[in-house]
């Protein structure tokens, strides 16, 4: 009976080799009749993907801080400097779109465009005195960065600019998003502030909003300037969407200060997801580069159960 107890008991410990994705509970209600345990295997789908090769130690990237996390646990796969505090560009209108739909006065409303909307950098083709939808106004400012589109936004919510960014950074708060300060919502600001481990809180809490996760997927889009009969299409500027990558959501910035910037979730080849951030990458296409091999990289190094 010792003998056979102790045989049990080595099998025990060789549990240590088993995959994550499977639990094992122990029967003694056997051991005074018999001298067995019997071993009951529990399989269900692992909380959190392991890693199938822990020879690698990530990639080589230009971004000066990036981080990849599965979408479904939140669990960091990898990162770089996750903790840097860097200006954000256009990856600030996630937040903008999220404070907007808090406040948002109705999707088929008319904005009458007015001078004070005017920014410089990114703009869509719509003039003083003019008028388009808060719809169109709102896919705009994600699928091509408009900046103009996001200052009519915030007009049209009835905020002051300052009530909004107010609102702004209180939503910053509520999301966890300690390291990050706001000065204004386009991002042309580079007193706009936040660290990667912080902005990909932002994302989860965006692409988790449909019509924000429908307008930054959409490879193009086309607005109406209502009062001239003018219609434009816009290319987005997340090029990854024409790319073998499964891009669901994202959003792009550049400004000097903050380099080349990029968020996106990422469907993988077996139904799971990741979110990817690159903060600083060197160049346009390094951007996409390196949120590419990250992508890559975790779905050839990461196990997800079903």
Not at 70 to 95: C, F, H, Y
Not at 225 to 243: A, E, F, I, P, W
């Amino acid at each position: 009976m010792l003998l056979s107890i102790l045989a049990n008991l080595i099998g025990i410990y060789s549990l240590l080799s088993l995959p994550l994705a499977s639990s094992f509970t122990i029967d003694v209600s056997q051991l005074a009749e018999t001298g067995n345990i019997e071993l009951i295997e529990e399989v269900y789908r692992a909380d959190y993907p392991y890693r199938r090769n822990n020879n690698s130690l990530g990639m080589a990237v230009s971004a000066a801080s990036a981080i990849v996390i599965d979408k479904e646990s939140g669990m960091a796969l990898w990162q770089k400097n996750p903790e840097s505090a860097r200006p954000v560009a256009s990856i600030t209108k996630l937040l903008t779109a999220l404070v907007f739909l808090d406040n948002n006065p109705g999707w088929d409303e008319v904005v009458t465009i007015q001078p004070s909307d005017y920014r410089e950098g990114g703009q869509i083709r719509v003039y003083t005195g003019e008028k388009i939808t808060i719809r169109d106004l709102f896919n705009a400012m994600l699928v091509v960065s408009s900046n103009n589109a996001a200052m009519a936004l915030v007009r049209s919510t009835g905020l002051s600019e300052e009530e909004f960014v107010i609102a702004m950074n209180q939503k910053a708060r509520e999301l966890g998003m300690s390291q990050s300060v706001f000065l204004e919502p386009t991002g042309l600001e580079p007193g706009n502030i936040s660290t990667i481990s912080d902005i990909v809180k932002l994302a989860q809490a965006a692409f988790s909003k449909d019509e924000i996760k429908w307008a930054t997927s959409q490879k193009q889009y086309t607005y109406s300037v209502l009062n001239v009969d003018r219609n434009y299409t816009l290319d987005n500027t997340n090029k990854l969407l024409n790319s073998y990558l499964d891009i669901r959501a994202g959003k792009t910035g550049y400004l000097e200060e903050a380099g080349y910037c990029l968020i996106s979730e990422v469907k993988g080849p077996s139904e799971q997801s990741v979110i990817v951030a690159v903060l600083g990458s060197q160049s346009e296409a390094d951007r996409f580069q390196d949120l590419k091999a990250l992508s890559q990289w975790s779905f050839d190094n990461y196990i997800w159960e079903h």
